[in-house]
């Protein structure tokens, strides 16, 4: 049944990617409306818009599920809730199609929730403390984007609809609400610790969520409703907001040591890349680089997970080491998608995040945004040397000899058709899509290849930096992110240690021991010796009779 679904899946990505093109070609767009209820001008309906985009979409989410869960059947053989597993994933896929397929704010509602409830139970998947830990960060921080989606409902009654995607409303709340709801979605400033935290959850899992769901969901909604921003002159604040989480990430990836976590990052980078264009109204350039962005990065996690998996779930980049002598089809695999990251010429990243920053060079931007983005692209390519250097190419680490086992088939056979995918379709897309004339001088053209230099060389060199020589605050600053992670457990340490007392002293004290031991001991004890026939007789018989004359006197009386 398992394989059924993934064939299904499978198939019916292909047929979609194959309507994009004819929808995009034909510039076709389809809405299908279905009103249930109208009250006092205002039509409470439910609509379907498909498009080359939501079509795209689509193909992108369903063909990834499907090697993911190929994937998770070697993965996760040893689970005993294996098929709970798989119902979380199936379950978590149909959340996010709901949110493609239906623009509207009180459809979008239905799929956001979905995909905040069911990460959650992917997140406590392993049942430890760690993760019950990264878990309730991972809902509350998403409550609130949740609760940004309610406040825009009750907003847009004005509108008299729901389909906020067709109106020109040049609010400044319903702009504020709707970057609130995508940046708590898409882990920006200053909600970006849940994602790193989320890590937790199964590999396949992080596969899933990091390249083509959860993550993406906000920068889906800026695409659908960008005309609200540039209306509302939001476009400098999400720029700086962006801008700085994407250097944030890059420079705490260079300083971390867990391969899931480095990895993780790179996705908060590549987020705020993402909004970052989207700021500056570019729709389409944004769109691609999402699509060019999941498949590169899905094949990341899943080489990670193949890796964390024969090295007998170790985790820790300093315990591995020239890997490449012993799998040697899941490091080429690993590389090409590490140079796709980097935006290393003529792999698919190339083609949309070369475009990107060269749109950047040539908008008029403040210079702090500017320098930013430029450190940001730096540190990408240097946390990616570094990642290879330290796994790959480094000396063999004496660890290895102990834990080393053989190179799964069926998770090698899920990496190839991605891989191809990966390979060939940044090519593909930005020749199909009318990307803006760009100008710029020689120099200009060759910066980024100059930053790409520069972070080789400042990756090769913090491979060999000693992290334990590091100040104490230096090491707080860099893994911490800004003190991020602090801030949100003490803001959860108080409010959670009350709710702790008030579970330990009413639930489980005051209130068990009043109505639950109490009343067992004294009624039921009671309500038993009534009904014991051979008391019942004697001693319960006498006292209904006594009873009785009690009440009859009184009643004279």
Request: aromatic content about 16%.
């Amino acid at each position: 049944m398992l394989v059924m679904n993934i064939f299904f899946f499978f198939f019916f990505s292909l047929g979609f990617m194959i309507m994009s093109m004819v929808f995009m070609l034909m510039k076709l767009s389809v809405l299908m409306e279905w009103v249930f209820m109208s009250l006092n001008s205002m039509n409470m309906e439910f609509i379907f818009y498909v498009d080359w985009v939501s079509m795209m979409f689509f193909s992108l989410v369903l063909m990834i599920s499907s090697f993911v869960m190929l994937y998770s059947l070697s993965y996760m053989k040893d689970d005993m809730n294996i098929n709970r597993f798989f119902m979380l994933v199936i379950m978590f896929v149909v959340s996010m199609l709901l949110l493609i397929i239906c623009p509207n704010i009180m459809g979008l509602l239905l799929g956001w929730d979905g995909l905040g409830l069911i990460s959650y139970c992917l997140v406590i998947y392993y049942q430890n403390w760690k993760s019950f830990s990264s878990g309730m960060i991972t809902v509350l921080l998403n409550r609130i984007g949740d609760v940004g989606i309610l406040m825009m409902i009750s907003l847009m009654i004005m509108l008299g609809s729901w389909n906020g995607m067709f109106y020109s409303l040049s609010g400044l709340n319903f702009s504020l609400l709707m970057m609130l709801s995508a940046f708590t979605k898409s882990a920006q400033l200053p909600f970006s610790s849940w994602l790193p935290l989320a890590m937790a959850a199964p590999t396949p899992v992080s596969s899933l969520v990091h390249s083509s769901t959860l993550v993406t969901a906000g920068v889906y909604l800026l695409m659908r409703y960008n005309n609200y921003l540039i209306d509302s002159h939001m476009m400098g604040l999400m720029l700086f907001i962006s801008s700085s989480t994407m250097m944030m990430s890059g420079l705490m990836a260079n300083f971390e040591n867990d391969l899931k976590k480095i990895i993780a990052l790179s996705t908060l980078s590549q987020l705020g890349l993402m909004m970052s264009i989207l700021s500056l109204g570019s729709v389409e350039l944004g769109f691609i680089h999402l699509i060019i962005h999941a498949l590169f990065k899905s094949l990341l996690f899943m080489c990670s997970g193949i890796l964390i998996h024969q090295m007998s779930n170790n985790q820790d980049i300093r315990y591995m080491g020239s890997l490449i002598n012993y799998y040697p089809f899941v490091s080429l695999v690993f590389f090409v998608s590490l140079l796709s990251l980097c935006g290393f010429p003529f792999f698919s990243g190339y083609y949309s995040k070369d475009l990107i920053m060269e749109v950047f060079l040539m908008t008029k931007m403040n210079l702090l945004s500017m320098i930013m983005l430029l450190v940001s692209t730096l540190f990408t390519v240097s946390y990616s040397v570094r990642l290879i250097i330290l796994v790959y190419l480094n000396y063999m680490n004496k660890m290895n000899y102990f834990v080393l086992i053989v190179e799964s088939s069926l998770m090698s056979l899920s990496l190839v058709i991605l891989y191809f995918y990966s390979l060939m379709v940044g090519y593909y897309l930005i020749n199909l899509m009318d990307i803006t004339l760009i100008v710029l001088s020689l120099m200009e053209k060759l910066l980024i290849l100059q930053i790409c230099l520069l972070g080789c060389i400042l990756g090769w060199y913090m491979s060999f930096v000693n992290m334990i020589n590091l100040s104490n605050y230096l090491k707080f600053f860099f893994p911490m992110m800004w003190g991020l992670n602090i801030i949100y457990m003490k803001i959860s340490f108080y409010p959670l240690k009350f709710s702790m007392f008030m579970y330990k002293i009413f639930d489980k004290g005051i209130l068990e021991y009043m109505f639950v031991y109490s009343m067992k001991k004294s009624l039921i004890k009671n309500l038993f010796n009534l009904l014991m026939l051979n008391k019942f007789l004697y001693l319960n018989l006498f006292m209904f009779m006594y009873f009785l004359i009690f009440m009859m006197i009184i009643y004279i009386n």
